[in-house]
DNA sequence: GCGACAG
DNA sequence: ATCTTGTCGC
């Protein structure tokens, strides 16, 4: 699939603008059409982070079964700094997802979407330059706070950051850690937690990601 | 200045 | 994220 891009060669002070930049480009209502298949992105690391190696999954929703797959491994360019992930892990994402022949109707990217301090995680930059509506699933926070949240499966409460709501913790099994969603591109927060929960079967998080991370550590290619 | 801090 | 063995609990 075609995907935009912009140079990814900036300093951290260039990324925090560009992100103020971008963020403004980031749509937080639906504004997608029917959900056949679903992407899962993820990014690990080999050669002591040398490497940047980051995997794609293309589900089919209606029983999450593969329906492609695409690796990208490149030289890792940009240190980890919180609330800059994206620069880091952008690069070898895209071109991944420009190995895949058919075109996902979802992203569901491994971090946060407009949870982050200038509302513009990973999963805002990957649906900006994709267009395409897209989830952002985390396994610990970055900003915001939030009350007690609901033990049963399927039980969520609000993310508050600065008085906004920018996601939702949601408790994907019953008695298990919740996980942090937010929205990404093109979708709204309630729409998002629909589709996490669809793709959330027996464990706590996506089949998307668990099938994303695999590839993305696993010796597989 | 101190503490927090996606992956 | 990654480096790493066994261990506790359902």
């Known amino acids: 699939m075609l995907v935009k891009t912009h140079s990814w060669n900036v ?3 260039e990324a925090v603008a560009l ?3 971008l963020a403004a480009q980031v749509i937080t209502e639906d504004r997608l059409d029917q959900i056949h298949s679903v992407a899962g992105v993820d990014v690990g690391f080999e050669e002591q982070g040398k490497i940047t190696r980051a995997a794609v999954v293309v589900l089919r929703l209606a029983d999450l079964s593969l329906v492609e797959q695409a ?7 940009f240190p980890y700094i919180p609330g800059l992930l994206s620069f880091r892990e952008c690069p070898a994402v895209l071109a991944a997802l420009e190995k895949l022949t058919v075109m996902p109707d979802l992203l569901l990217c491994d971090g946060q979407g ?3 301090p ?4 990973i999963a805002c930059h990957l649906g900006v330059l994709t267009d395409l509506p897209s989830i952002g699933v985390a396994k610990t926070r970055l900003v915001g706070q939030h009350g007690p949240v609901p033990d ?3 039980g969520w409460i609000p993310l508050v950051d600065k008085g906004e709501t920018v996601g939702a913790v949601l408790r994907t099994r019953t008695g298990v850690n919740p996980i942090f969603i937010s929205v990404g591109h093109r979708i709204s927060l309630v729409t998002a937690l629909h589709y996490v929960m669809v793709c959330t079967t027996r464990y706590r998080l996506p089949e998307t990601t668990r099938a994303a991370d695999k590839l993305a550590s696993g010796s597989g290619k």
Not at 71 to 77: D, E, K, L, M
Not at 118 to 121: L, S
């Open 19 to 21: 992100q103020r930049r």
């Open 118 to 121: 200038r509302r513009f995680g």
């Open 71 to 77: 690796v990208a491994r490149q030289p890792t360019r």
């Open 11 to 13: 300093s951290p002070q």
């Open 152 to 154: 049963e499966r399927g």
């Open 114 to 116: 407009v949870a982050h």
